[in-house]
T-cell receptor, first 115, second 114 residues
Framework: AQSVTQLDSQVPVFEEAPVELRCNYSSSVSVYLFWYVQYPNQGLQLLLK??????LVKGINGFEAEFNKSQTSFHLRKPSVHISDTAEYFCAVHLTTDSWGKFQFGAGTQVVVTP | NAGVTQTPKFQVLKTGQSMTLQCAQDMNHNSMYWYRQDPGMGLRLIYY???????DKGEVPNGYNVSRLNKREFSLRLESAAPSQTSVYFC?????????????FGPGTRLTVL
């Protein structure tokens, strides 16, 4: 079985500063990787996903993530955050060997952007 | 398109009461999911429906039942609510159900069991 660890439960950051959210996973087989964002009182929406190919993935709203197979990580970055990036961010994995949508989510990282 | 809709948005129950959470999607997706979200635990899968007429248990199915009424609708029923079921419930759908799919989430139902 796979597991997903988001190493920071909360990340405070100043507006226009960079941010990195860390995600590590454990799995004996290859995985698909996702980052979702949840704005206050809303459902989750996809930021980006890694399926195969280039290990640097670009998503919406200026976010990008890098897949590192040797370190089993998929960290999310943004070079300059806005107040509107205040939200909770979830990393998720899916085994490539699973035939149906058995997604495993991390516990989430709350990002608070202050002026 | 409305995407994924959920009703109700909020609900307060007493221990032992029953209720059904409704979910509908208008994207012609094959697969639908019910998750619960608890602080510090992320999202945990309750039940899954790969396609119309099929349902499967997820990680935390105890105390819940589901019905895939048709391709659009997937309901979650609590037969006898317990305080441990206080949570935020999210419905989601995916086009095919495979691991490469993007999940589309509803706005959630915030349930409190007293």
């Amino acid at each position: 079985a796979q597991s997903v660890t988001q190493l920071d439960s909360q990340v405070p950051v100043f507006e226009e500063a960079p941010v990195e959210l860390r995600c590590n996973y454990s799995s004996s087989v290859s995985v698909y990787l996702f980052w979702y964002v949840q704005y206050p009182n809303q459902g989750l929406q996809l930021l980006l996903k890694y399926l195969s190919g280039s290990t640097l993935v670009k998503g919406i709203n200026g976010f990008e993530a890098e897949f590192n197979k040797s370190q089993t990580s998929f960290h999310l970055r943004k070079p300059s955050v806005h107040i509107s990036d205040t939200a909770e961010y979830f990393c998720a994995v899916h085994l490539t060997t699973d035939s149906w949508g058995k997604f495993q989510f991390g516990a989430g990282t709350q990002v608070v952007v202050t002026p | 398109n409305a995407g994924v809709t959920q009703t109700p948005k909020f609900q307060v129950l007493k221990t032992g009461q029953s209720m059904t959470l409704q979910c509908a999607q208008d994207m012609n997706h094959n697969s639908m999911y019910w998750y619960r979200q608890d602080p510090g635990m992320g999202l945990r899968l309750i039940y899954y429906s790969a396609s119309e007429g099929t349902t499967d248990k997820g990680e935390v199915p105890n105390g819940y039942n589901v019905s895939r009424l048709n391709k659009r609708e997937f309901s979650l029923r609590l037969e006898s609510a317990a305080p441990s079921q206080t949570s935020v419930y999210f419905c989601a759908s995916t086009p095919r159900g495979g691991g490469t799919d993007t999940q589309y989430f509803g706005p959630g139902t915030r349930l409190t069991v007293l």
